[in-house]
């Protein structure tokens, strides 16, 4: 089993940053996809930026030049900086890992991020 935790949300105004940061209990990080997805009130859980195939990037179109998705695998960990941010983007964010051997999804308790306006 593994598990997630994550840290670093809050509060911010309109245009402030914040950094996430998702750190795995077990060594099979570096070999496991790792994303970040949101989910906000009312709202499916949608993909905002994701590793795939080792170091390529993904990212939602709406976060595209404002976050970065970076790892650290000596820490186990991913991180998510976020600049610029807006109101909208006000959700609870999971990070996941996917055993590249197994296949098998785990998921963070989430994290929440408010933005005021």
């Known amino acids: 089993q593994v598990q997630l935790v994550e840290s670093g949300g809050g509060l911010v105004q309109t245009g402030g940053s914040l950094r996430l940061s998702c750190t795995a209990s077990?060594?099979?990080?570096?070999?496991?996809?790792m994303g970040w997805y949101r989910q906000a009130p009312g709202k499916q859980r949608e993909l905002v930026a994701v590793?795939?195939?080792?170091?390529?990037?993904n990212y939602a179109d709406s976060v595209k030049g404002r976050f970065t998705i970076s790892r650290d695998n000596a820490k186990s960990t991913v991180y998510l900086q976020m600049n610029s941010l807006k109101p909208e983007d006000t959700a609870v964010y999971y990070c996941k890992l996917t055993s590249r051997i197994t296949g098998l999804d785990f998921w963070g308790q989430g994290t929440q991020v408010t933005v005021s306006s």
């Open positions: 077990r060594s099979i990080f570096s070999i496991s996809d």
């Open positions: 590793f795939t195939r080792g170091d390529l990037t």
